[in-house]
T-cell receptor
Framework: EPEVTQTPSHQVTQMGQEVILRCVPI?????FYWYRQILGQKVEFLVS????????KSEIFDDQFSVERPDGSNFTLKIRSTKLEDSAMYFC????????????FGNGTRLTVT | AQSVTQLGSHVSVSEGALVLLRCNYS??????LFWYVQYPNQGLQLLLK??????LVKGINGFEAEFKKSETSFHLTKPSAHMSDAAEYFC???????????????FGQGTILTVHP
């Protein structure tokens, strides 16, 4: 069964550095999402992406964050200048269409900012 | 605005016993409701979903959930727990709508299910 693939599984970075989290969604999916889960807290919606543009974003998704689908297969989340509070598990998800098909989540990237 | 509350961050049951994981939601529009499961070091896997059809929804691995509008609840049950059910379970809500609205999920805080022999 096709899977959503995220790399790396764990990334450690220093405060102020830029990080790019990578995701390969399922190939025929059209809707893409990033979620994050800070340790001990709820999974939170960050951003949704469709037709090569952001559809919705949460209050968390400020100017430090950006998303891109550079080549039709990868879907990336960039954090320009990481802060300690960006440490979290980041999940990518993709969906084929609307309510008839479920979201498929990747295994996540654990980002640790030191 | 939508929100989800899962009662009980940890639930422990014996193998073969009934599993009941509680979820209450708040939504200003008729909701779509979901249960996801997360096994260690894995992503979130959909167990079942309610999208305004039958109120009793059957999912994978013998789980089911009932949508009760009057109680704003969507509790997850399984008649007989198995050791392999040990995982973290998340209830989530989204709003009907076009485009990416369906996948914009609001999650509960999760319930860790422990199954002991």
């Amino acid at each position: 069964e096709p899977e959503v693939t995220q790399t790396p599984s764990h990334q450690v970075t220093q405060m102020g550095q830029e990080v790019i989290l990578r995701c390969v969604p399922i190939s025929n999916h059209l809707y893409f999402y990033w979620y994050r889960q800070i340790l001990g807290q709820k999974v939170e919606f960050l951003v949704s992406f469709y037709n090569n543009e952001i559809s919705e974003k949460s209050e968390i998704f400020d100017d430090q964050f950006s998303v891109e689908r550079p080549d039709g297969s990868n879907f990336t989340l960039k954090i320009r200048s990481t802060k300690l509070e960006d440490s979290a598990m980041y999940f990518c998800a993709s969906g084929k269409d609307t309510y008839n098909s479920p979201l498929h989540f990747g295994n996540g990237t654990r980002l640790t900012v030191t | 605005a939508q929100s989800v509350t899962q009662l009980g961050s940890h639930v422990s049951v014996s193998e073969g016993a009934l599993v009941l994981l509680r979820c209450n939601y708040s939504s200003s529009v008729p909701p779509y409701l979901f249960w996801y499961v997360q096994y260690p070091n894995q992503g979130l896997q959909l167990l079942l979903k309610y999208t305004s059809a039958a109120t009793l929804v059957k999912g994978i691995n013998g789980f089911e959930a009932e949508f009760k509008k009057s109680e704003t609840s969507f509790h997850l049950t399984k008649p007989s727990a198995h050791m392999s059910d040990a995982a973290e379970y998340f209830c989530a809500v989204s709003a009907p709508g076009g485009g990416t609205s369906y996948g914009k999920l609001t999650f509960g805080q999760g319930t860790i299910l422990t199954v002991h022999p």
